[in-house]
């Protein structure tokens, strides 16, 4: 401060009347800073090392800070350069106080977009008129920094993340490759990745801090350039490397030219995403590593270190979704909160109610979306031992897929994905649809049902579109994605006779190959299974067959049914044994029967008896136009 205000005083003065006010001015300067701290210029010099100012930058930001340190400074720059300067040096002034020509390339150079000043965020030209006349104005996080307040700005501290650093594949050789100088890297891994732990574990090997910034949390219509800017700066403010979460919309077109920027940023930039690197993206090569997601003993591991003994057995139950370490630590705060309120234990029911809320997200197209939340359990389901077993064997299978996927390419190479893919076959109404809830259910995940007729488009290329969004989608909210119905897109290829023939094989073709690389768990219920053919067949981990129940399973489902009523009538009981085997219906039938049985009930004010059960079922044999069989009603 004290060299700005010898530079000032050596100017020459603008004029009689302003004269003794800017030598007033100028001498109060001096005995204001006289013999000052140097804390101040610690700050400056620190500053200007970890942004790699050289002397004219630095003289540059020291004279943009000055009007905003001391008000006295302001008054004489606005004696210098007017009061539409409003206390801000222009740039000529500023150039002219640090001993550099206002016309030489070198000055200008300084203060242009390209400069380390304004590419960086620390200073620029406010103004519209000529470059000289405007005006050099600090940032005001720097100017916070400077005088040792060090609270990042209220826009980016909700985009902030705590990550504890985590141990994983790459992370020792992430670390040398921030060590060598590498400013950009890359991770990318399917949900659940642990790609910000393992970055903020290489900056701990290293010995530097870390700022994780979420860019999936940024208010809509943001300024993306303009917050990365704001971001690689705070980090360089804090002495950090930063760590960009949620990169992926830097790796689409529109902002794919950002990678450069960060090429050139202050600090080491982490970023990481989801998406493979695009190598368009930038003119020269990141650091690149795929980030395997966490096994599930290790998610096991950091549930029951966040839960402790609240939960039990029920955190190894959540171990199944694929959630990262900083989602684990929020979907249990979550599950504490809501024992808190209802007053009970963190037991396996808030669990996955917290792991459904944070995992799921909103629709991802106006013809696929989440079903409403609907408990399930297998417990709510009837099926011959063989599906059921099947069932519960494709569960386990979705719960170790990261133990299974850490051992290698176990699961293929060339362009296979990572995720699980099953087939429900059965006639209307054997329970595919409650099967795949309880799956869903069973790892803690949203079920996303997919209405294909409504993604067909008459139009060429539009389907495969629609089709592209509904994946991406669920792959980045980490969802049981569910195609009824399937056989109506998925059905054997036909012989090309015309052109809509042709263009149809191209759509079904997209579609087995956008599966196979689909990150996540894919269920489609089919009605005909013959009409699948076997290139889609070898695509598929799981075919369950739901068969038409037997008596022995009608039975079961009747009694499944009428165990929800509140009660039965002791003077007419169900004869359920009678039903199942006089009646061959599904199960959807079965529940429509006993619900029509239950309206008329508490219409007549009584209880569910035979009477109403069997009249119940002639009415849904009639819906279905159906004959009733011979012999009804049954005896019972």
Same mark, same amino acid.
């Given at each position: 401060?004290?060299?700005?205000?010898?530079?000032?005083?050596?100017?020459?003065?603008?004029?009689?009347?302003?004269?003794?006010?800017?030598?007033?001015?100028?001498?109060?300067?001096?005995?204001?800073?006289?013999?000052?701290?140097?804390?101040?210029?610690?700050?400056?010099?620190?500053?200007?090392?970890?942004?790699?100012?050289?002397?004219?930058?630095?003289?540059?930001?020291?004279?943009?800070?000055?009007?905003?340190?001391?008000?006295?400074?302001?008054?004489?720059?606005?004696?210098?350069?007017?009061?539409?300067?409003?206390?801000?040096?222009?740039?000529?002034?500023?150039?002219?106080?640090?001993?550099?020509?206002?016309?030489?390339?070198?000055?200008?150079?300084?203060?242009?977009?390209?400069?380390?000043?304004?590419?960086?965020?620390?200073?620029? *030209?406010?103004?519209?008129?000529?470059?000289?006349?405007?005006?050099?104005?600090?940032?005001?996080? /720097?100017?916070?920094?400077?005088?040792?307040?060090?609270?990042?700005?209220?826009?980016?501290?909700?985009?902030? #993340?705590?990550?504890?650093?985590?141990?994983?594949?790459?992370?020792?050789?992430?670390?040398?490759?921030?060590?060598?100088?590498?400013?950009?890297?890359?991770?990318?891994?399917? !949900?659940?990745?642990?790609?910000?732990?393992?970055?903020?574990?290489?900056?701990?090997?290293?010995?530097?801090?870390?700022?994780?910034?979420?860019?999936?949390?940024?208010?809509?219509?943001?300024?993306?350039?303009?917050?990365?800017?704001?971001?690689?700066?705070?980090?360089?403010?804090?002495?950090?490397?930063?760590?960009?979460?949620?990169?992926?919309?830097?790796?689409?077109?529109?902002?794919?030219?950002?990678?450069?920027?960060?090429?050139?940023?202050?600090?080491?930039? $982490?970023?990481?995403?989801?998406?493979?690197?695009?190598?368009?993206?930038?003119?020269?090569?990141? @650091?690149?590593?795929?980030? !395997?997601?966490?096994?599930?003993?290790?998610?096991?591991?950091?549930?029951?270190?966040?839960?402790?003994?609240?939960?039990?057995?029920?955190?190894?139950?959540?171990?199944?979704?694929?959630?990262?370490?900083?989602?684990?630590?929020?979907?249990?705060?979550?599950?504490?909160?809501?024992?808190? /309120?209802?007053?009970?234990?963190?037991?396996?029911?808030?669990?996955?109610? &917290?792991?459904?809320?944070? &995992?799921?997200?909103?629709?991802?197209?106006?013809?696929?979306?989440?079903?409403?939340? $609907?408990?399930?359990?297998?417990?709510?389901?009837?099926?011959? !031992?063989?599906?059921?077993?099947?069932?519960?064997?494709? %569960?386990?299978?979705?719960?170790?897929?990261?133990?299974? *996927?850490?051992?290698?390419?176990?699961?293929?190479?060339?362009?296979?994905?990572?995720?699980?893919?099953?087939?429900?076959?059965?006639?209307?109404?054997?329970?595919?649809?409650?099967?795949?809830?309880?799956?869903?259910?069973?790892?803690?995940?949203?079920?996303?049902?997919?209405?294909?007729?409504?993604?067909?488009?008459? @139009? %060429?290329?539009?389907?495969?579109?629609?089709?592209?969004?509904?994946?991406?989608?669920?792959?980045?909210?980490? /969802?049981? #994605?569910?195609?009824?119905?399937?056989?109506?897109?998925?059905?054997?290829?036909?012989?090309?006779?015309?052109?809509?023939?042709?263009?149809?094989?191209?759509?079904?073709? @997209?579609?087995?190959?956008?599966?196979?690389?689909?990150?996540?768990?894919?269920?489609?219920?089919?009605?005909?299974?013959?009409?699948?053919?076997?290139?889609?067949?070898?695509?598929?981990?799981?075919?369950?067959?739901?068969?038409?129940?037997?008596?022995?399973?009608?039975?079961?489902?009747?009694?499944?049914?009428?165990?929800?009523?509140?009660?039965?009538?002791?003077?007419?009981?169900?004869? #359920?044994?009678?039903?199942?085997?006089?009646?061959?219906?599904?199960?959807?039938?079965?529940?429509?029967?006993?619900?029509?049985?239950?309206?008329?009930?508490?219409?007549?004010?009584?209880?569910?008896?035979?009477?109403?059960?069997?009249?119940?079922?002639?009415?849904? @044999?009639?819906?279905?136009?159906?004959?009733?069989?011979?012999?009804?009603?049954?005896?019972?």
């Amino acid at each position: 401060m004290d060299a700005v205000a010898d530079v000032v005083k050596q100017r020459e003065l603008p004029g009689d009347a302003a004269g003794p006010r800017l030598a007033a001015a100028v001498d109060a300067l001096r005995r204001d800073h006289a013999g000052e701290s140097a804390e101040g210029d610690d700050l400056l010099a620190s500053t200007a090392a970890v942004f790699g100012l050289d002397p004219l930058e630095t003289d540059l930001l020291l004279t943009a800070f000055a009007a905003e340190a001391d008000p006295s400074f302001a008054t004489v720059f606005a004696l210098l350069g007017g009061e539409a300067t409003q206390g801000r040096p222009t740039a000529a002034l500023a150039l002219h106080l640090c001993g550099v020509p206002a016309l030489s390339a070198a000055g200008r150079a300084r203060l242009s977009s390209s400069g380390r000043l304004v590419r960086h965020g620390l200073a620029g *030209l406010t103004g519209d008129g000529p470059a000289l006349t405007r005006c050099l104005r600090i940032a005001d996080r /720097v100017v916070a920094h400077l005088v040792g307040d060090d609270l990042p700005e209220p826009q980016l501290q909700r985009l902030v #993340l705590h990550a504890e650093p985590l141990a994983a594949e790459h992370g020792a050789e992430l670390a040398e490759a921030i060590r060598s100088g590498v400013r950009l890297c890359w991770l990318h891994g399917p !949900p659940g990745s642990p790609g910000a732990e393992t970055a903020a574990a290489a900056f701990a090997r290293l010995g530097v801090d870390w700022l994780v910034a979420d860019l999936s949390r940024r208010p809509a219509g943001c300024d993306l350039p303009g917050l990365l800017t704001e971001l690689t700066r705070e980090a360089a403010l804090q002495t950090a490397g930063l760590v960009l979460a949620g990169a992926d919309d830097l790796a689409g077109d529109e902002h794919r030219w950002l990678f450069d920027r960060l090429l050139e940023a202050a600090v080491p930039v $982490v970023a990481v995403g989801q998406r493979a690197w695009d190598p368009r993206a930038t003119r020269r090569l990141p @650091y690149i590593a795929a980030v !395997p997601p966490l096994p599930v003993a290790s998610r096991a591991q950091l549930w029951a270190r966040e839960l402790g003994d609240e939960a039990g057995g029920d955190a190894v139950i959540a171990a199944g979704a694929r959630l990262g370490p900083g989602q684990i630590a929020v979907a249990a705060e979550h599950t504490r909160m809501l024992a808190a /309120v209802r007053g009970g234990g963190a037991d396996a029911a808030l669990v996955r109610e &917290s792991v459904r809320r944070l &995992s799921g997200g909103g629709p991802v197209h106006r013809h696929a979306g989440p079903t409403a939340p $609907v408990a399930t359990s297998f417990e709510d389901i009837v099926l011959p !031992p063989d599906a059921r077993a099947e069932l519960t064997r494709l %569960v386990q299978w979705a719960r170790h897929r990261g133990d299974v *996927l850490a051992q290698g390419a176990v699961q293929g190479k060339g362009g296979k994905g990572t995720g699980i893919a099953a087939m429900f076959s059965g006639g209307p109404g054997t329970g595919k649809t409650l099967a795949a809830h309880v799956v869903a259910d069973a790892l803690g995940l949203d079920l996303y049902q997919v209405d294909l007729a409504g993604l067909v488009d008459k @139009y %060429v290329g539009e389907t495969e579109k629609n089709l592209e969004r509904v994946f991406h989608e669920a792959e980045t909210h980490d /969802v049981v #994605l569910f195609f009824d119905e399937a056989d109506a897109i998925f059905g054997s290829r036909s012989a090309v006779q015309d052109s809509r023939d042709r263009y149809a094989n191209l759509e079904v073709s @997209y579609l087995l190959q956008r599966m196979e690389r689909f990150d996540g768990i894919t269920v489609l219920a089919t009605n005909l299974r013959g009409n699948l053919d076997a290139a889609f067949s070898r695509r598929l981990h799981f075919v369950i067959h739901f068969p038409d129940p037997d008596p022995a399973t009608r039975e079961r489902l009747w009694a499944h049914h009428v165990r929800q009523l509140a009660g039965t009538d002791p003077a007419d009981p169900p004869d #359920l044994a009678s039903l199942a085997a006089a009646a061959e219906l599904s199960g959807a039938d079965i529940r429509n029967i006993v619900l029509a049985a239950a309206y008329d009930a508490a219409v007549a004010g009584a209880a569910v008896g035979m009477g109403l059960l069997v009249a119940a079922t002639a009415r849904e @044999y009639r819906k279905l136009g159906r004959r009733l069989p011979a012999g009804w009603p049954p005896a019972g």
